[in-house]
């Protein structure tokens, strides 16, 4: 079983910047698919970023261009740096690994972006 714990998370400033970072349990990367959703009150869970085991990347749109999804194998971590943060990137982040029909989550880290 995987295990994943965020941190970094916060209240920050409209145009400030945070990097959040997920922990796996064990070294996944070169099987598993990586990546970060988020829910806001009252709004379905969305797709942030992620990345496949091939480390390529992909973003939702509302994103794209502010935020940044890297992996570092030896740490067994992923990270998000955002940066240019709006008020409407405030959220719960979840890391997440996929693999086929297996998908494990971490518990989440508060993103709150207000001035």
């Known amino acids: 079983q995987v295990q994943l714990v965020e941190s970094g998370g916060g209240l920050v400033q409209p145009g400030g910047s945070l990097r959040l970072s997920c922990a796996a349990s064990?070294?996944?990367?070169?099987?598993?698919?990586m990546g970060w959703y988020r829910q806001a009150p009252g709004k379905e869970r969305e797709l942030v970023a992620s990345i496949s085991s091939r480390s390529s990347t992909n973003y939702a749109d509302s994103v794209k261009g502010r935020f940044t999804i890297t992996a570092d194998i030896a740490k067994y971590t992923v990270y998000l740096q955002m940066n240019m943060l709006k008020p409407e990137d405030t959220a719960v982040y979840y890391c997440?690994?996929?693999?086929?029909?297996?998908?494990?989550w971490g518990r989440g880290t508060q993103v709150t972006v207000s001035s």
């Open positions: 997440y690994a996929r693999r086929g029909s297996s998908t494990y």
């Open positions: 064990g070294s996944i990367f070169s099987t598993y698919a």
